[in-house]
């Protein structure tokens, strides 16, 4: 089992910027791919960005390329989003994500990942 914890969301303005921060615990490896994935009201999860084993390789939805980072700590078991230039349409549940197949291609659909966060509220008022 891998229990993940986001921290670091909040209400931000509209141009701001917000970290959210990821930890993992229990059976966790540093090659697992991680991911972020967001939700609003009334829509399916949608994914955000994802990333390898060793932060070689990252992938961004259109709507956050440019704005968003995401970034991991192996040692720390920890993986970042840095999200900045905030839009309201940003606004939603964030979530954590940990892929634990045996691989490494990087996914962006929700249901390669097997562990998940219980979730990170971000509000960016306009």
């Known amino acids: 089992q891998v229990q993940l914890v986001e921290s670091g969301g909040g209400l931000v303005q509209a141009g701001g910027s917000l970290r959210l921060s990821c930890a993992a615990s229990g059976r966790t490896s540093s090659s697992y791919r991680m991911a972020w994935f967001r939700r609003t009201p009334g829509k399916q999860r949608e994914f955000v960005t994802a990333i390898n084993w060793n932060g070689g390789r990252t992938v961004y939805a259109d709507a956050v390329k440019g704005r968003f980072t995401i970034s991991r700590d192996n040692a720390k078991n920890t993986v970042d989003l840095q999200m900045a230039s905030l839009k309201p349409e940003d606004t939603a549940v964030y979530y954590c994500?940990?892929?634990?197949?045996?691989?490494?291609?990087?996914?962006?659909?929700?249901?390669?990942?097997?562990?998940w966060g219980q979730g990170t509220q971000v509000t960016v008022s306009s």
């Open positions: 994500a940990a892929d634990v197949r045996a691989g490494i291609v990087v996914q962006r659909i929700a249901a390669a990942y097997e562990y």
